[in-house]
């Protein structure tokens, strides 16, 4: 979308704007203007012209930069795809042309992926979404944005009513027993990538597959989705404005966002088995700690973990590993 159609696009949201009120503000004809406008009713925005000015009087829900950027109040540039191979890659692309604070939206995946270049599933129905960022940051640092996106991932998907939570260390699940907070079905996946120097991150794309809109039946087992778990539709364009929104919130408050995610979390306090790399490390969860790390009392000390598949063990299994 181009700079001028943005800018009627945000006059619009204030309320009813005139003709020659808009042309004056974007510096352009009034029958520039009415192109434009012409062109927002293409993408399905509903716009009438009234006494007052122009009126939007209903918005697409989803399928273009527009309507997903209609409403929008944190500040990353929109830009949605009907289809991508993967939303990260698209961003990665916009960094090597020097972008930054740009959210890549697309409708459907054809070749996402999670960590460890695993397959990631992305129908139609998911909201994909990419966050492109420069942040004035030590590489070491880049865990926190992952840190930030799963609890702004869990705070949205409780405001549309699902028991969401994260497990160590990217995943948010609505927990097969909340109390419990073991096994789980998984809600959304995250990855983070980035490029840095010594001492600054150059970019960081952190990518976030949130299953909102879609039938559990068409994912992996163990997934769900907001759709299944609240028994009814979800409007993606909200859901991508509401996710943009308290990650912005996350990341401006980024020292406090271990905090944030203790509180959210269902992994501290439980048995748990971690495969690294090299290990398989087993004990009980005991704390978060800088960058994202997970400490885990094994009974003969507190091992620091920095990456790895995490396993919530019921508290029986603990007893068939020798802990
Ligand atoms: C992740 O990896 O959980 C990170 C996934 C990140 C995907 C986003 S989508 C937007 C952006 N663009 C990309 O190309 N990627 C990012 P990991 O922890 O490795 O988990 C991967 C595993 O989750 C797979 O091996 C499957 O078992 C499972 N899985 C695949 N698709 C899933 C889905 N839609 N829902 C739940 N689980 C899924």
Same mark, same amino acid.
């Given at each position: 979308?181009?700079?001028?159609?943005?800018?009627?696009l945000?006059?619009?949201?204030a *309320?009813?704007?005139?003709?020659?009120?808009?042309?004056?503000?974007a510096?352009i004809?009034?029958?520039?203007?009415? #192109?434009?406008?012409?062109?927002?009713r293409?993408? *399905?925005?509903?716009?009438d012209?009234?006494?007052?000015?122009?009126v939007?009087?209903?918005?697409p829900e989803?399928?273009?930069?527009?309507?997903?950027?209609?409403?929008?109040?944190?500040?990353y540039?929109?830009?949605?795809? =009907?289809? /991508?191979?993967?939303?990260?890659?698209?961003a990665?692309?916009?960094?090597?042309?020097g972008?930054?604070?740009?959210?890549?939206?697309?409708g459907?995946?054809t070749?996402?992926?999670g960590?460890? =270049?695993?397959?990631?599933?992305?129908?139609d129905?998911?909201?994909?979404l990419?966050? /492109? /960022?420069r942040? $004035?940051?030590?590489?070491a640092?880049?865990?926190?944005?992952?840190?930030?996106?799963?609890?702004?991932?869990?705070?949205v998907?409780r405001?549309?009513?699902?028991?969401a939570?994260? #497990?160590?260390?990217n995943?948010?699940?609505?927990?097969?027993?909340?109390?419990?907070?073991?096994g789980g079905r #998984?809600?959304?996946?995250i990855? %983070?990538?980035m490029?840095?120097?010594?001492?600054?991150i150059s970019?960081?794309?952190?990518g976030?597959?949130?299953?909102?809109?879609? $039938?559990?039946?068409?994912?992996p $087992?163990?997934?769900?989705?907001?759709?299944s778990e609240?028994d009814?539709p979800? $409007?993606?364009?909200e859901?991508v404005?509401?996710m943009?929104a308290?990650f912005d919130?996350?990341?401006?408050t980024?020292?406090?966002?271990?905090?944030?995610w203790r509180?959210r979390?269902? %992994?501290? *306090?439980?048995?748990?088995?971690?495969?690294?790399? %090299?290990?398989?490390?087993?004990?009980i969860?005991e704390?978060i700690?800088?960058?994202?790390?997970?400490?885990?009392? %094994?009974?003969?000390?507190?091992e620091?973990?920095?990456a790895?598949?995490c396993?919530?063990?019921?508290?029986?299994?603990?007893?068939?590993?020798?802990l």
């Amino acid at each position: 979308m181009n700079r001028t159609r943005r800018s009627i696009l945000r006059a619009l949201e204030a *309320g009813p704007a005139s003709g020659p009120d808009l042309a004056a503000a974007a510096d352009i004809s009034r029958a520039a203007v009415w #192109k434009h406008v012409e062109a927002l009713r293409q993408q *399905g925005f509903s716009i009438d012209s009234t006494a007052d000015g122009y009126v939007v009087t209903d918005t697409p829900e989803y399928g273009s930069t527009a309507a997903i950027e209609y409403g929008r109040t944190a500040p990353y540039q929109v830009r949605y795809y =009907d289809e /991508l191979s993967s939303t990260n890659q698209r961003a990665r692309e916009l960094a090597a042309e020097g972008a930054e604070n740009i959210a890549v939206v697309a409708g459907r995946q054809t070749n996402s992926r999670g960590r460890l =270049d695993r397959p990631w599933q992305s129908p139609d129905g998911a909201v994909s979404l990419s966050i /492109l /960022l420069r942040p $004035d940051r030590p590489p070491a640092h880049a865990p926190l944005f992952t840190l930030a996106a799963a609890v702004a991932t869990v705070d949205v998907a409780r405001s549309l009513g699902v028991d969401a939570a994260i #497990k160590w260390p990217n995943d948010v699940i609505v927990p097969e027993n909340p109390d419990a907070g073991y096994g789980g079905r #998984k809600l959304c996946g995250i990855l %983070t990538e980035m490029e840095g120097e010594a001492d600054r991150i150059s970019w960081l794309v952190v990518g976030i597959g949130l299953n909102a809109d879609i $039938d559990a039946a068409e994912l992996p $087992d163990n997934a769900t989705s907001i759709r299944s778990e609240i028994d009814g539709p979800v $409007d993606r364009g909200e859901t991508v404005r509401a996710m943009l929104a308290a990650f912005d919130q996350q990341i401006t408050t980024l020292d406090s966002v271990l905090d944030a995610w203790r509180d959210r979390s269902v %992994t501290l *306090g439980m048995p748990v088995r971690v495969e690294t790399h %090299t290990d398989t490390i087993t004990g009980i969860a005991e704390d978060i700690v800088m960058p994202g790390a997970l400490q885990i009392d %094994t009974g003969e000390g507190i091992e620091t973990v920095h990456a790895g598949d995490c396993e919530h063990l019921r508290p029986n299994d603990r007893h068939n590993d020798s802990l």
